[in-house]
C-alpha cells in the first residue's frame, strides 16, 4: 500500500516540478525575444516569445556604437576568471591542509573560518576599501581581484570533502615517497573534480554578477565590469529596453557556458567516493 501511495505522489511531484520551470525560465524566454524586437514591438506590451519584427540592430547598436561594451565584457572576463583560478587553488589547498595535515592550531583556525562565515559581506565593505585604498589599488585590476582570491564558504567546503576523502589513496601515495605537496597535486586533487566544478560554477557566477564592490573600487567608465557598465547603459537609454535586453543576454552567455560545461562534473559530485 506504502509504494502505491508513493507512485501515486509522482505525477503530481513532476507537474509540481514542470510549473515551476515554466514559471522561472518564462521571464528569460522574454528577455531572449525581446532583444531581438524593435522598440516599439516591446512598449506595445503582450507576452508574445516569438518577434513579429525579428532585427539584429540592438546587438549592433551595443558593439558598434557603444565604445565601451566590449571593454566591459574582458573586464568582467579577466576579473572572473582569475578570481577563480586562485580560488579554485587557494581554498583547496587549505581546506586540504584543515583536513589531512596535523598542526598546531588547526582546530584553532578552522573555527576562525567557521565565525568568518558568520560576517556579513557589507560590514567588511569599508574596512576592504581602506586598506585598497592605502595600497593605491583602486580603479584597478588587482583591487578588483585580489580582495577575492580565497573563500572562507568554500575552504569549509572543499575542507569537508577532503575529511571524507579515502585515506587509502594517500598512505599509498606516502609509500611511494610523496610528500604532502606531491600527493595533493598528483593524486587529492584530480580526484576533486565535482567538487572543483562546483566551487567554479559558484565562484564565477558569483564575481560575474558582483556589481557592489566593483561599483565601491571603481571610478572610470574604462575599468567598469559588465554589471556597472549596464547599469550606466540603462541610465544613457533609459527607455530603450530593445538595448538592455539585448546587453543582458551577452551578459547571461558566459555563465550559461560555464555551467554546461562544469554541469556534469558536478553531478558526478553527488556519488564520488574517491575511489576511482
Do not use: C, D, H
Given at each position: 500500500m506504502n509504494a502505491n501511495r508513493k507512485i501515486s505522489f509522482i505525477p503530481i511531484l513532476y507537474a509540481i516540478l514542470i510549473v515551476y520551470a515554466i514559471a522561472t525560465f518564462l521571464p528569460f524566454a522574454w528577455a531572449l525575444s525581446?532583444?531581438?524586437?524593435?522598440?516599439?514591438?516591446?512598449?506595445?506590451?503582450?507576452?508574445?516569445?516569438?518577434?513579429?519584427?525579428?532585427?539584429?540592430?540592438?546587438?549592433?547598436?551595443?558593439?558598434?556604437?557603444?565604445?565601451?561594451f566590449g571593454r566591459w565584457l574582458f573586464n568582467?572576463?579577466?576579473?572572473?576568471?582569475?578570481?577563480?583560478?586562485?580560488?579554485?587553488?587557494?581554498?583547496?589547498?587549505?581546506?586540504?591542509?584543515?583536513?589531512?595535515?596535523?598542526?598546531?592550531?588547526?582546530?584553532?583556525?578552522?573555527f576562525c573560518i567557521l565565525a568568518v562565515l558568520m560576517v556579513p559581506a557589507q560590514v567588511t565593505l569599508i574596512p576592504s576599501f581602506l586598506i585598497l585604498k592605502s595600497l593605491g589599488w583602486l580603479n584597478s585590476y588587482q583591487g578588483l581581484i585580489v580582495p577575492n582570491i580565497?573563500?572562507?564558504?568554500?575552504?569549509?567546503?572543499?575542507r569537508q570533502f577532503f575529511v571524507n576523502f579515502p585515506k587509502e589513496l594517500e598512505e599509498a601515495a606516502a609509500l611511494d615517497g610523496l610528500g604532502y605537496l606531491e600527493t595533493f597535486f598528483q593524486i587529492v586533487l584530480p580526484l576533486a573534480r565535482p567538487a572543483l566544478a562546483?566551487?567554479?560554477?559558484?565562484?564565477?557566477?558569483?564575481?560575474?554578477?558582483?556589481?557592489?564592490?566593483?561599483?565601491?573600487?571603481?571610478?572610470?567608465?574604462?575599468?567598469?565590469?559588465?554589471?556597472?557598465?549596464?547599469?550606466?547603459?540603462?541610465?544613457?537609454y533609459i527607455s530603450y529596453w530593445n538595448y538592455i535586453m539585448a546587453a543582458s543576454m551577452v551578459f547571461t552567455l558566459p555563465a550559461l557556458l560555464i555551467y554546461a560545461f562544469f554541469n556534469r562534473y558536478f553531478i558526478q559530485g553527488v556519488t564520488f567516493t574517491g575511489n576511482k
Open positions: 525581446a532583444s531581438f524586437k524593435p522598440l516599439s514591438e516591446i512598449i506595445a506590451g503582450g507576452l508574445n516569445l516569438i518577434p513579429q519584427n525579428f532585427t539584429l540592430e540592438n546587438y549592433q547598436k551595443i558593439f558598434l556604437e557603444e565604445p565601451l568582467s572576463v579577466v576579473v572572473a576568471s582569475t578570481v577563480t583560478i586562485f580560488n579554485l587553488l587557494f581554498n583547496s589547498m587549505a581546506g586540504y591542509a584543515l583536513a589531512r595535515i596535523p598542526f598546531k592550531g588547526n582546530q584553532i583556525l578552522f580565497v573563500n572562507a564558504t568554500f575552504i569549509f567546503m572543499m562546483a566551487q567554479t560554477i559558484f565562484i564565477f557566477l558569483g564575481s560575474w554578477n558582483n556589481f557592489l564592490m566593483p561599483l565601491m573600487i571603481v571610478s572610470t567608465s574604462e575599468m567598469f565590469t559588465l554589471p556597472l557598465g549596464l547599469n550606466t547603459f540603462k541610465g544613457q
